[in-house]
């Protein structure tokens, strides 16, 4: 399925709804489907959702003229689905791979530190 048309809104109040939703973007052009997603065991909205247009144009006129507007007392914030700005990990990190025991002393290999408790044979 294509996400040309999709937008996601973040920022999404826990009272709001599909219907409040689609009241909101609706006058913006035809919307093919409203998704407010909700917690899989309390059913709860998790404060975000997104907004599916027939059109991309249609699309492109909300996400302009709602961006950063109130909607059920909270400011939403409006942009392209699957464009969001924050990252969810991955990349480089510089203390990768050290186990939690930080820098090893010494230039030695690890087997020189077990070796000082006696020979593996």
Known sequence: ??????????????????????AAFGKYGTIEKV?????????????????????AEDAKDALDAMNGKTLDGRAIRVDEAGKGGRSRGGGYRENRGQGGYGERSGSGSY?????????HQ
Do not use: C, H, P, Q
């Not at 809104?9 to 599909?18: C, D, K, V, W």
């Not at 998704?35 to 599916?52: A, L, N, P």
């Open 1 to 22: 399925m294509s996400d040309e048309g999709k937008l996601f809104i973040g920022g999404l109040s826990f009272e709001t709804n599909e219907d409040s939703l689609a």
């Open 35 to 55: 998704d407010v997603i909700r917690d899989k065991e309390t059913g709860r909205s998790r404060g975000f959702g997104f907004v599916k247009y027939d059109n």
């Open 111 to 119: 087997r020189d530190g077990y070796d000082s408790y006696g020979k």
